[in-house]
């Protein structure tokens, strides 16, 4: 099992350019994540889905959207990306919230 | 959301134990006491949780107190590769927001 895959592992953007972070678990997890993780910081939760068809936001979700795509697929949308948006950005998943969860490896984004 | 007070480092010897604290006086009847690892570089990674009773895994020994208010991760024998961030997280699975509520954890050092 490949577990909870990001995609792209980096990414440099210039401020004001779009772009799509993926993730996708194969473990048939009904719970998936979106967080951010700041230098010296703890992750902080961006948006989240209970399940197929729902999407709620979490703590820091200002300039991000994102699509709960089946199952399988949650992404994260940043529209016009801004420099306070360089962060690692790790998605996760469990089965549901009482759960233990399952994270991927990341992907660090850099906004010039 | 219930929050949890941890020390910002500790420093062990390899191939001794090693017990990481944790305060929730304010933990509820429904959290779940979760703990998970980062090592340098890689997403979290689950290492336990309980809810009353003392609970063990091939990784590591949880212990709680009687009053729920504080918990002990116990790592038997540590070793290099154990050096990461313990966060201590309280899951609620009652009504509420979703998601793991991290805090800046505890950076373990291992000597060798």
């Known amino acids: 099992n490949a577990g909870v895959t990001q995609t792209p592992k980096f990414q440099v953007l210039k401020t004001g350019q779009s772009m799509t972070l993926q993730c996708a678990q194969d473990?048939?997890?009904?719970?998936m994540y979106w967080y951010r993780q700041d230098p010296g910081m703890g992750l902080r939760l961006i948006y989240y889905?209970?399940?197929?068809?729902?999407?709620d936001k979490g703590e820091v979700p200002n300039g991000y959207n994102v699509s709960r795509l089946n199952k399988r697929e949650f992404s994260l949308r940043l529209e016009s990306a801004a420099p306070s948006q360089t962060s690692v950005y790790f998605c996760?998943?469990?089965?549901?919230?009482?759960?233990?969860?399952?994270f991927g490896q990341g992907t660090r984004l850099t906004v010039v | 959301d219930a929050k949890t007070t941890q020390p910002n480092s500790m420093e062990s010897n390899e191939e001794e134990p090693v017990h990481l604290p944790c305060n929730h006086s304010?933990?509820?009847?429904?959290?779940?006491i979760h703990w998970y690892r980062q090592l340098p570089s890689q997403g979290p990674e689950y290492v336990i949780h309980?809810?009353?009773s003392n609970v063990n895994n091939r990784m590591a020994s949880l212990a709680i107190a009687e009053d729920r208010k504080s918990s002990t991760l116990i790592l038997h024998r540590a070793t290099l590769r154990d050096a990461a961030v313990y966060y201590c997280?309280?899951?609620?699975?009652?009504?509420?927001?979703?998601?793991?509520?991290f805090g800046k954890g505890t950076h373990l050092i291992i000597q060798p």
């Open positions: 996760a998943s469990r089965v549901h919230r009482d759960t233990e969860a399952f």
């Open positions: 473990m048939n997890h009904n719970s």
């Open positions: 889905s209970a399940s197929e068809g729902t999407t």
């Open positions: 304010t933990i509820s009847g429904t959290d779940y």
């Open positions: 309980g809810l009353t």
């Open positions: 997280i309280l899951n609620s699975s009652g009504g509420g927001a979703d998601g793991l509520t």
